[in-house]
C-alpha cells in the first residue's frame, strides 16, 4: 500500500564515503564521527557496527541527523547492488589535492554510476604543502569527472579530514543534496532495510546489522531476510546500547537469528510470528535454478583479506587467487596490504560472513588473535605460496554449491485421520505409485492442488516399523506438517538430493 501523503516526513540521508586507499576515507570518517556524535557516553563507547549516526548543526541553528556507512570495501555498492537495493543516498568520493585520481578512484566512481547515486566530490589534504585543488579538478575532468565551476554540475567541497578545515561546509553540502533528492519517509509503516553485515558473537549468538529505509522496528516484532528470522527482542543502537525501537535512517543491531542473513539482503517485518515463519519458510524452499543460468547474485563469494610481509608477495597471492577458476564460487579479495595482521584487519573480515583473513609470510599481532577469536574471523598464515594455494582451493571446492534436485519416490491416498497433536498427525493410507519412504518429504494434494507439505517421521506396514511401503500396500505413518491433512487428499512423496 503507497504511503499517504501526509504521514510522509523528510528522513536523514545515508551517506557512503568512497576513494582510493590513502586518500582520506577514514580519516573523515572518524572526524566526522569524533565532532558530531551527541552522546553523553559515546567517548568511552566503542562504535559496534559498520555504520553511525551524527547530528550536524547548519547555520541557521538547525539540528539534522546524517547516516554514515562506515563498511570496508563498501558493500554498499557491491553485493547490496547485486540484490536491487540501494542503501546509501549519496555518495562522497574522496581524492586528494595531492595525488589526484588514482585506480580506485574510478573504480569508485563506477560503482557510484552503477548504483546510480548522486555524489559529491570531497578534494581532501588542503593542509597539505603540495596540495593544489585547481590541478585536481583538471585531473577530474581528464576522467570525465566535471564539477562546479570547471565545465560541470558535480558539487565539490575543498576540505582537511586531518584539520576539520571545510568538514561542516561538506556536511552543509550532503544536506541540500538530500533535501534536493526530496527524501522522505513514514514513521507508521512496517520497517524495510537492507543487512549491512553479519556476525557470529560468541556471548549472544548471531547478529546482523541493519540500515532502516523506511517505517519503524519495534520489539516484539519479527524480522525475516531470505529464508533468516530473528524476532526483535536484542535491539541495540550503533553504540551498542539496548533500545526497544527505531526508525528510518538508523543503523542498529538485531540479536537472535536462526541463521546467518546474507550481506545486502532486504529485510521484511512482520507482527505476527507464524506469518514471518511461513515467509522464511516459503524462501527457504525457494527452486533452485540451473548453475548455466546463474546470475551474479547466485555465484557464491569467498570474501578474504589478504595480507603480507611485502608487495612482491602480495602480488603473488593475489596472482593465485585470479587463477582459481569455479563458476559456483568466486573468491573476492575485500582487503590487502602490507604488514602484520592486525586489529584493524580482523574488524574488516568481521563485517561480512565467513570471511578468510590469509597471511603470506606475516605474523599475527598479538593483540588481533584474541579479537579474531572472539569474532570468530578465519585467520590462516602460510610461508609456502603453493600450500597457501593449495588450502584456499579445498576450501572453494567445500564451499561450491550442490544443486539440490526434488526425486520423487511416489504417491499415496490418506485414507483415514487417526489423531492430530499440534504439527503431527497419525493417518492411514495406501501406496498409489512408487513408494512411500521413511524421512522423505510429502506435497499435500488437495483436489489435485498443493495446499502444503510436510515430512514422513514415521511409517509402519501391520504394526511393524518400516523404511518403505511399497505400490499398492497400506500403511500408518506419522507425518509432521502444520497443514491439516484430510481423508481423500495425497501425499506425493519426494526426497532431495544433490548433484
Do not use: C
Not at 551517506?15 to 573523515?28: E, P, Q, W
Not at 547548519?58 to 539540528?63: A, M
Not at 605460496?385 to 526425486?407: A, D, F, G
Not at 485421520?417 to 513408494?435: A, C, M, N, P, T
Request: aromatic letters at 4%; glycine letters at 8%; zero cysteines.
Amino acid at each position: 500500500m503507497p504511503e499517504k501523503p501526509h504521514n510522509l516526513i523528510e528522513r536523514p540521508p545515508v551517506i557512503a564515503i568512497m576513494g582510493h586507499v590513502d586518500h582520506g576515507k577514514s580519516t573523515l570518517l572518524d572526524y566526522i564521527r569524533k565532532s558530531n556524535i551527541v552522546d553523553s557516553e559515546a567517548g568511552g563507547i566503542t562504535q559496534r557496527i559498520s555504520a553511525y549516526e551524527v547530528v550536524h548543526k547548519t547555520k541557521d541553528g538547525k539540528e539534522h541527523k546524517i547516516t554514515f556507512l562506515d563498511t570496508p570495501g563498501h558493500e554498499a555498492f557491491t553485493a547490496i547492488r547485486s540484490r536491487g537495493a540501494k542503501v546509501a543516498d549519496i555518495a562522497i568520493l574522496v581524492v586528494s589535492a595531492e595525488d589526484g585520481v588514482k585506480p580506485q578512484t574510478v573504480e569508485a566512481l563506477n560503482s557510484i554510476k552503477t548504483a546510480n547515486v548522486p555524489y559529491i566530490v570531497a578534494i581532501n589534504k588542503i593542509d597539505k604543502e603540495g596540495a593544489d585543488v585547481d590541478r585536481t579538478k583538471g585531473n577530474l575532468a581528464e576522467h570525465e569527472i566535471y564539477v562546479e565551476g570547471y565545465g560541470g554540475t558535480i558539487p565539490y567541497v575543498p576540505i582537511s579530514a586531518k584539520t576539520g578545515q571545510g568538514i561542516n561546509d561538506l556536511l552543509d553540502m550532503m544536506l541540500l543534496q538530500a533535501e534536493v533528492e526530496e527524501l522522505k519517509a513514514d514513521r507508521s509503516k512496517l520497517p524495510e532495510g537492507v543487512i549491512i553485515e553479519a556476525n557470529l558473537d560468541k556471548k549472544k549468538g548471531l547478529s546482523a546489522s541493519i540500515i532502516i529505509k523506511n517505517g519503524t522496528l519495534k520489539s516484539g516484532m519479527t524480522v525475516v531476510a531470505g529464508s533468516a528470522l530473528s524476532p526483535v527482542r536484542m535491539l541495540e543502537n550503533f553504540l551498542g546500547k539496548p533500545i526497544k525501537e527505531a526508525s528510518f535512517s538508523s543503523p542498529v543491531r538485531l540479536i537472535g537469528w536462526n541463521e546467518l542473513p546474507q550481506v545486502g539482503m532486504t529485510i521484511k517485518a512482520f507482527v505476527s510470528k507464524k506469518e514471518a515463519e511461513e515467509y522464511a519458510l516459503s524462501k527457504k524452499n525457494a527452486p533452485v535454478y540451473d548453475v548455466r543460468s546463474v546470475e551474479n547474485d547466485e555465484i557464491t563469494t569467498i570474501p578474504v583479506v589478504v595480507k603480507a610481509n611485502e608487495a612482491g608477495g602480495l602480488d603473488a597471492v593475489i596472482h593465485e587467487i585470479k587463477k582459481i577458476k569455479n563458476d559456483r564460487v568466486k573468491v573476492r579479495i575485500i582487503h590487502s596490504g602490507v604488514g602484520d595482521i592486525a586489529e584493524s584487519d580482523v574488524k574488516i573480515a568481521s563485517g561480512r560472513a565467513n570471511t578468510i583473513i590469509l597471511g603470506f609470510s606475516t605474523k599475527v599481532d598479538n593483540s588481533a588473535k584474541p579479537l579474531a577469536e572472539k569474532m570468530s574471523v578465519n585467520i590462516q598464515v602460510f610461508d609456502i605460496i603453493y600450500k597457501l594455494s593449495e588450502w584456499l582451493e579445498n576450501v572453494v571446492t567445500e564451499r561450491t554449491p550442490k544443486n539440490q534436485v526434488e526425486e520423487s519416490t511416489g504417491t499415496a491416498k490418506v485414507l483415514k485421520i487417526f489423531s492430530k497433536i499440534k504439527d503431527k498427525q497419525i493417518l492411514g493410507g495406501r501406496v498409489e505409485k512408487g513408494s512411500l519412504v521413511l524421512n522423505a518429504e510429502v506435497k499435500i494434494m488437495r483436489r489435485d492442488f498443493e495446499i502444503g507439505s510436510g515430512k514422513v517421521r514415521e511409517l509402519q506396514k501391520q504394526k511393524t516399523k518400516v523404511q518403505q511401503v511399497p505400490e499398492g500396500e497400506e500403511f500408518g505413518t506419522l507425518i509432521e506438517s502444520k497443514i491439516e491433512i484430510a481423508p481423500g487428499d495425497r501425499l506425493e512423496s519426494f526426497i532431495v538430493v544433490e548433484k
